[in-house]
């Protein structure tokens, strides 16, 4: 076997190289892509959590079936509108991005429920606690969406994992 490389195949070699290099390059773009995508989407989606547990609070007491009615069809109307853009314009996603982002939804609709649960409890609706609890309600979506903020093997080392 011989080591001795032609000079033919040094351009192939240098052309391999760059294309390489080229595509690490556009990997890397998605991949920063994606993670603004995946963020603005719970943003998005922790946004609408929190303003319906206020129409919850503050909205249902009333009883005032047609603007219940207004108030849980434009709910839907924004998650689901959110939903569809994000699955259409969604090119790719970070690696655990989707089990992150269920387990943040999940945690998110508990303290929804916790809420309207204090809600039936106390009849509190005093906005210094409502507003702030509101906001808190989206978090875990916030938190569990972005590599940078997932403390795991990936963020100890620093790196993205295969």
Known sequence: MSTNHSQESRPALEEQLRAAQTGGIGGARLARSAEVA?????????????LYLLV????????????????????????????????????????????????????????FG????????????????????AGATGLPLLAGVSDRLHWGPRAMSGGKTL
């Open 38 to 50: 995946g963020g603005r989407y719970a943003a998005v989606m922790a946004t609408l959590i929190g």
């Open 56 to 111: 919850v609070v503050y909205v249902y007491p009333q009883n005032i079936l047609l603007l219940d009615i207004a108030a849980t069809a434009a709910f839907l109307v924004g998650m689901v509108g959110t939903c569809v853009s994000y699955s259409r314009l969604r090119k790719a996603s970070g690696l655990g991005w989707s089990k992150r982002y269920s387990t943040g939804f999940v945690l998110s609709a508990l303290l």
């Open 114 to 133: 916790l809420g309207v649960v204090l809600l039936e409890l106390t009849d509190v609706r005093d906005a210094w606690l409502w507003i702030p609890y």
